[in-house]
């Protein structure tokens, strides 16, 4: 295995070089691994035949070099669907038949300065599924309504934010998360309600007693199964949110009292 071979298979994701103006101008070859599709059939290729039209706004803002935050270098983080012809059975159908696949985009600008000079974004791009989320004692996993209220959370939350399961039911995420990262939490919410699938980005989540952790949260929208007859097309209507979050750190201000939801009460 080569050097680069090992990065990409660290990565989890494949690497993509798009113009400003959305060409496709080269994709790593481990690409038909995660979506089905080869280099050679989408090199050249606009970006924006492949992937979801409700996406393209955002991607071309993060294209962009008129952005407030888009000199060359800056940074890049956002979501994206494409066209995925890899089945959940590892079947490959064709392009007709392919379904969507949200990928985490993370990227810089650069500069080409040998030959003619090219402007284009970098990025790596890394499926988002909560199936292969590897579960360890610094995690927990919760279900929730889709306006992020708690209907179910696992024990091991009581070990780690010291929440007991039961008296976290109908509280929203939104009243665990530090006042400050409200807006990392918003812009999760409004991928996953589009997209179906999100990941937080690193916040703060307030701990019973006083003081916060800084956590990551996967989460996907879990459907009811597609029904076959009348209206197979029509999209199924969403059961929950199901979470995964990753503690972080350990507690940081432990003194502090940030939210009434944090007292203990009944002490």
């Known amino acids: 295995m080569g050097e680069t071979d090992l990065y990409l298979r660290i990565l989890g994701g494949f690497v ?10 080269y994709l790593s070859d481990n690409i038909r691994e995660y979506m089905g599709l080869t280099q050679v059939e989408l ?10 039209p409700s996406d393209h706004k955002e991607i071309r803002d993060n294209l962009d070099l008129t952005a407030g ?10 979501l994206m669907r494409m066209k995925c012809t890899v ?17 985490q985009c993370r990227g810089c600008l650069k500069v080409c300065v040998s030959g003619p000079s090219l402007t284009c974004v970098l990025f790596t791009c ?16 919760s279900h929730h309504s889709m306006d992020m209220r708690f209907t179910y959370c696992d024990q091991r939350v009581t070990g780690l934010l010291s929440y007991r399961p039961e008296e976290l039911l109908g509280v929203s995420m939104y009243d665990l998360c530090h006042t400050l990262d409200l807006h990392t939490l918003t812009k999760s919410h409004l991928n996953l ?4 699938q999100s990941v937080s980005g690193v916040y703060r989540v307030l701990v019973r007693g006083g003081g916060y952790m800084w956590a990551e949260t996967h989460s996907a929208v879990i459907s009811k199964p597609r029904p076959t007859q009348p209206h197979p097309s029509r999209p199924s209507p969403p059961l929950f949110v199901a979470c995964v979050t990753y503690i972080l750190s350990g507690v940081e201000e432990p003194t502090q009292l940030l939210s009434l939801g944090q007292m203990n009460r009944g002490e």
């Open 69 to 78: 935050r888009s000199r060359c270098g800056g940074l890049r983080d956002f």
């Open 193 to 196: 309600c589009s997209k179906g």
């Open 16 to 25: 993509v070089v798009v113009t400003t103006e959305g060409d496709m101008i």
């Open 87 to 103: 089945t959940h059975r590892g079947r490959t159908v064709n392009l007709r038949s392919a379904s969507w696949r949200v990928l």
């Open 43 to 52: 090199m050249g290729h606009s970006i924006y035949d492949f992937t979801h």
């Open 126 to 141: 890394q499926p988002l599924s909560l199936t292969h989320t590897l579960l360890h004692t610094h995690t927990f996993t």
